[in-house]
């Protein structure tokens, strides 16, 4: 799984505006649609805050990975970004969230959809990585960052 096959340099941010778990996916969300890659947003972010209400995607140790699947995208999509100031997040450790990765997928293709959980994970577990990430001073400089890891 290539991360930079999902992820186009439209789709990540540096800073978020949002202030709150809901105004980030929105957001997040959105880039996507500005970038076109979504049928239908509302379906979209429907489906990923679903997911959301059944656990929190808030792995912890700062990062946070929403996720949903439905048929308003035809293949797996990723945006990122990374907040201005630490969210709560509803996160298995208790902590803030400053890195948030959205993934959204159509309902069928499950595989991807695990893969690029993996791919993200793996590369989080990378402390130093992980705190050069949240240093990031821009979405350019972030998906570079992403991109090199490739």
Do not use: W
């Not at 308003?72 to 945006?79: F, G, I, Q």
């Not at 803030?96 to 990765?101: A, C, T």
């Not at 050069?132 to 490739?150: F, P, T, V």
Request: a negative charge.
């Amino acid at each position: 799984m290539t991360l930079t096959k999902i992820l186009s340099p439209s789709c990540v941010k540096v800073p978020l505006a949002g202030k709150d778990k809901n105004s980030v996916i929105t957001e997040l969300v959105d880039l996507l649609e500005d970038a076109g890659l979504l049928r239908d947003r509302d379906a979209v972010l429907e489906a990923v805050m679903l997911r959301e209400k059944t656990r929190s995607t808030g792995i912890g140790s700062s990062i946070a990975i929403p996720h949903g699947k439905c048929n308003a995208v035809k293949e797996l999509y990723m945006a990122m970004g990374l907040t201005g100031e630490p969210i709560d997040f509803d996160s298995v450790d208790g902590k803030p969230v400053k890195i948030v990765i959205l993934l959204v997928s159509p309902a069928n293709q499950t595989g991807p959809h695990i893969q690029a959980l993996a791919k993200i994970s793996k590369l989080m577990l990378d402390e130093e990585f992980k705190k050069e990430l949240e240093n990031a001073e821009s979405g350019e400089r972030l998906y570079e960052m992403i991109a090199g890891r490739d």
